[in-house]
């Protein structure tokens, strides 16, 4: 069985431009959330989705924002790129809400 | 606010020793804790995990403590293998609205041969 798959695996962008990154749950998995991981430091969670809807935000400002399809897959984006922003995008999905998260690869973001 | 965090950045053993790594954490009422492994360039991966009416927990050669009273949690390897060697983190979960999970820094592990 496939796992979490992300897209795209590496990311260059400058500062003030826009991103969005894929994420194809674990097939049967109705939930993902996203976390960011800047460079020696551990996941930070952004958003959870369950069944098209945010079930929980992180400590993130607006510029970040994310939405689930009907097929569960999600995507993440952010507005107006900081330099502070270059980090690993980690998705996870889980049966629901409640259960262990799967985590996929991560998208690499890096912003000059 | 809540926090997990790890006592050690680094730590380096031979194959064959067993490693110890630890873990604080500051939420009382936290319920839930999980092991995660991250090798480079990938994304972390569950090891083990313990839930608050339990203080130990065994799976193949790993063993997860949890003492509540000091609010420390630990991870034991057995005999440490080369394909151990990975930054390791454990993680709180915080249910509000959505289950998020708390990770702390990470402890590098290196294992020599």
């Known amino acids: 069985d496939a796992g979490v798959t992300q897209s795209p695996t590496h990311l260059i962008k400058t500062r003030g431009q826009h991103v969005t990154l894929r994420c194809s749950p674990i097939?049967?998995?109705?939930?993902v959330s996203w976390y960011q991981q800047v460079l020696g430091q551990g996941p930070q969670f952004i958003f959870q989705y369950y069944e098209k809807e945010e079930r929980g935000r992180g400590n993130f400002p607006d510029r970040f924002s994310a939405r689930q399809f009907p097929n569960y897959s999600s995507e993440l984006n952010v507005n107006a790129l900081l330099l502070g922003d270059s980090a690993l995008y980690l998705c996870?999905?889980?049966?629901?809400?409640?259960?262990?998260?799967?985590f996929g690869p991560g998208t690499r973001l890096t912003v000059l | 606010g809540e926090s997990v965090g790890l006592h050690l950045p680094t730590l380096s053993v031979q194959e064959g020793d067993n490693s110890i790594i630890n873990c604080a954490y500051s939420n009382s009422a936290s319920d839930y804790f999980i092991w995660y492994k991250q090798e480079s360039g990938k994304g972390p991966q569950f090891i083990i995990d313990?839930?608050?009416?339990?203080d130990k927990r065994q799976g193949q050669r790993v063993t997860v403590l949890l003492n509540k009273t000091v609010k420390h949690l630990s991870l034991q390897i057995a005999a440490t293998q080369p394909g151990d060697s990975a930054v390791y983190f454990c993680?709180?979960?915080?249910?509000?609205?959505?289950?998020?999970?708390?990770f702390g820094k990470g402890t590098t592990l290196s294992v020599s041969s």
């Open positions: 097939s049967g998995h109705k939930s």
């Open positions: 996870a999905s889980s049966l629901d809400t409640q259960n262990e998260q799967f």
């Open positions: 313990i839930r608050s009416n339990m």
């Open positions: 993680a709180e979960e915080y249910n509000q609205a959505g289950t998020a999970l708390i």
